[in-house]
C-alpha cells in the first residue's frame, strides 16, 4: 500500500501565535512579513553573518541573536554597525529574535521594518530560545500521514488498531476504555515524524473525543467516560492488526505460535512494531492487546520470552543428551 506522505509549513506569524507566550516573545518590528513561510526547523545563531560571512546565513530560517551578537554590535561604531546590521537583513531570512532582553538598536528595528522581517525580542536565554523555537519548528513541520484504524493509550504506550471493516476494531476500543485506557483517535489518525526515530499520533480536530460504534452511532467518549477516557496526541510506539481466521493470512496450525520471528512496518521512514491477533469466537480480544502490549514494553526493556524459552529448551535438550 502506498503512503501518501503530506508537507508542512509555518507562516512566522502562527510560528507566533504558536509560540509566542512560552517564549514571552514581543514583535518589535516587520510585522508586514509575518505571512512568511518558515519551510525548515532550523533555527540559527549567526555570529558570522555580522561579520560578512552571509554564505552561513540561510533563508526562510529563524536567527536568533544572543548576547555575544548584540556585545559585538555594540562595540562597533554607529556607520560599522549599520554596515553589519544591513547585511544581515539583507539575506532572505523568515524573521530574527533577539534573546536574552537584549535593547534592540535602532538600525536593526529600521532594517527590519524595510525589509518587512518580522523583528522578536526575548528575555529567555539565547540557548534555551533556540532549543525551544527548534522543538515548536519541528512539530510544526514534520511531514506526516494519515492512517486508518483506533487510536488508543492502553498501559502509557501508543497503540494502533488496524484490521479490515467490521473486525471489530471500535467494539474492541470501546472495551479497553471502559478498562482504563484513553481514546486518542477514532477512524482517521494524523502521524508525524516529529524526530528521526519518533511519531506522533494525532486526533483531527473534527473527530476529537468522537468514536463510531456499529449498532450505537457516534459516541462523544469524554462525556461518556470522562476527562481521563481520552487524549489528543501520543507517540506511536505498536500497531496491533486483527485478522479474522477464516480470512486471515495464515489457517491455525500455521501460525508462528512463539512468535519469533517479530513482525513491524514502516511508516514515514520510521519501523513501527506489529502484532497480529487472530479473531475468532470466544478469544477475549482486550487481555490479549493488554498482554501484548505488556510483552512488547517488556521486549523494549530487553525481555523477551519466546527467546527465554527456546534458550531453556536448548540447555534441556543440551543436557539430556550429556
Not at 1 to 15: A, G
Not at 104 to 132: C, D, Y
Not at 253 to 277: F, Y
Request: aromatic share 4%; hydrophobic share 45%.
Amino acid at each position: 500500500m502506498t503512503e501518501h506522505v503530506t508537507t508542512h509549513d509555518i507562516t512566522v506569524s502562527e510560528l507566533f501565535r504558536r509560540a509566542g507566550e512560552r517564549l514571552r516573545l514581543s514583535w518589535v518590528a516587520g510585522r508586514g512579513g509575518g505571512d512568511k513561510v518558515l519551510n525548515s526547523d532550523t533555527v540559527q545563531k549567526p555570529t558570522l553573518a555580522l561579520v560578512g560571512h552571509l554564505n552561513f546565513i540561510h533563508p526562510n530560517r529563524v536567527q536568533v541573536l544572543a548576547c555575544a551578537e548584540m556585545d559585538y554590535l555594540r562595540r562597533l561604531s554607529p556607520a560599522d554597525q549599520a554596515l553589519s546590521i544591513a547585511n544581515l537583513f539583507s539575506t532572505e531570512l523568515a524573521a530574527v529574535v533577539v534573546a536574552n532582553g537584549e535593547q534592540v538598536p535602532e538600525a536593526m528595528i529600521e532594517a527590519a521594518e524595510r525589509g518587512s522581517t518580522p523583528l522578536f525580542t526575548s528575555p529567555e536565554p539565547g540557548p534555551a530560545l533556540m532549543s525551544l523555537l527548534s522543538h515548536i519548528m519541528a512539530q510544526a513541520l514534520a511531514p506526516s500521514t494519515v492512517l486508518h484504524g483506533v487510536f488508543l493509550e492502553v498501559s502509557g504506550l501508543g497503540v494502533l488498531i488496524t484490521g479490515d471493516p467490521a473486525v471489530g476494531k471500535s467494539e474492541l476500543a470501546l472495551e479497553l476504555i471502559t478498562r482504563g485506557h484513553r481514546l486518542v483517535a477514532d477512524d482517521a489518525l494524523e502521524v508525524f515524524a516529529v524526530s528521526p526515530d519518533t511519531l506522533e499520533g494525532r486526533c483531527p480536530s473534527l473527530l476529537l473525543d468522537f468514536m463510531e460504534v456499529r449498532g450505537l452511532g457516534v459516541l462523544n467518549i469524554r462525556r461518556l467516560f470522562g476527562e481521563t477516557a481520552v487524549k489528543h496526541r501520543k507517540n506511536l510506539k505498536l500497531i496491533i492488526h486483527l485478522s479474522p481466521v477464516e480470512n486471515g493470512d495464515k489457517p491455525w496450525q500455521e501460525l508462528d505460535r512463539l512468535n519469533m520471528a517479530a513482525s513491524s512496518r514502516v511508516i514515514l521512514g520510521i519501523e513501527i512494531a506489529e502484532v497480529r491477533i487472530p479473531v475468532a469466537v470466544g478469544r477475549n480480544l482486550a487481555v490479549l492487546v493488554e498482554v501484548a502490549v505488556r510483552n512488547h514494553t517488556l521486549k523494549m526493556r530487553g525481555f523477551h520470552s519466546a527467546e527465554e524459552f527456546a534458550e531453556r529448551q536448548r540447555i534441556a535438550i543440551a543436557e539430556s543428551e550429556e
